[in-house]
């Protein structure tokens, strides 16, 4: 079972240009109080076949983290141009959030981002070289949520109050505790303007 959950991640500049940093705020479920900081990564991977070639745009610590419903926001750097080979620039990118806790990464939260030229002519021509200040990017709504089974140093609740005679039972394992990742399609969340 995971001590945390998110809840939602609710993007404050969708579409931008693609210059822009990310902006964002995640909003997550604790259900006992953590030890240690959570940290969120940022990545952009603009070529699949090649990990090498992913950047970490930001990352950040979150703690200490109390029981219940907790948010913060995040603002990520953009891509460096430079280091995306220019047949990977326009068109869909991935853009990943990862949480981990004590290097043990717990969830991944996936998007595709659809680059393109902010202007009609732009986009048929697709001028050489690649104009960055003219790209615009579009993150779809559309996510995919996978979560991994980590060793948490803190019980659950429903663990820590067990009742007499638990000890000589076996509890039934639920999906959650089961080995490996696990995917989910999320619906996305309603739109907003950036404002709470």
Same mark, same amino acid.
């Given at each position: 079972?995971?001590?945390?959950?998110?809840?939602?991640?609710?993007?404050?500049?969708?579409?931008?240009?693609?210059?822009?940093?990310?902006?964002?705020?995640?909003?997550?479920?604790?259900?006992?109080?953590?030890?240690?900081?959570?940290?969120?990564? #940022?990545?952009?991977?603009?070529?699949?076949?090649?990990?090498? %070639?992913?950047?970490?745009?930001?990352?950040?610590?979150?703690?200490?983290?109390?029981?219940?419903?907790?948010?913060?926001?995040?603002?990520?750097?953009?891509?460096?141009?430079?280091?995306?080979?220019?047949?990977?620039? #326009?068109?869909?990118?991935?853009?990943?959030?990862?949480?981990?806790?004590?290097?043990?990464?717990?969830?991944?939260?996936?998007?595709?981002?659809?680059?393109?030229?902010?202007?009609?002519?732009?986009?048929?021509?697709?001028?050489?070289?690649?104009?960055?200040?003219? %790209?615009?990017?579009?993150?779809?709504?559309?996510?995919?949520?996978?979560?991994?089974?980590?060793?948490?140093?803190?019980?659950?609740?429903?663990? #820590?109050?067990?009742?007499?005679?638990?000890?000589?039972?076996?509890?039934?394992?639920?999906?959650?505790?089961?080995?490996?990742?696990?995917?989910?399609?999320?619906?996305?969340?309603?739109?907003?303007?950036?404002?709470?």
């Amino acid at each position: 079972m995971s001590i945390v959950t998110i809840r939602n991640v609710e993007f404050f500049n969708n579409p931008a240009r693609f210059s822009d940093p990310y902006r964002f705020r995640v909003t997550f479920e604790c259900i006992a109080p953590l030890k240690d900081d959570l940290e969120w990564k #940022l990545i952009y991977v603009s070529s699949p076949g090649n990990e090498e %070639l992913d950047q970490e745009l930001d990352d950040c610590l979150v703690g200490p983290v109390p029981v219940g419903i907790n948010s913060f926001d995040f603002e990520g750097s953009p891509p460096d141009p430079s280091k995306i080979p220019p047949e990977d620039v #326009l068109g869909v990118a991935a853009l990943i959030l990862t949480g981990s806790y004590n290097d043990q990464e717990f969830v991944r939260v996936g998007y595709y981002q659809n680059t393109e030229y902010d202007n009609e002519e732009m986009k048929e021509a697709q001028p050489k070289p690649i104009v960055f200040d003219r %790209l615009v990017r579009d993150i779809s709504t559309k996510l995919r949520v996978t979560r991994f089974q980590i060793k948490w140093d803190v019980a659950p609740p429903q663990q #820590l109050h067990a009742a007499a005679g638990a000890a000589a039972s076996a509890a039934v394992p639920s999906a959650d505790d089961l080995d490996g990742p696990e995917d989910t399609e999320m619906d996305p969340p309603p739109k907003t303007n950036g404002t709470s």
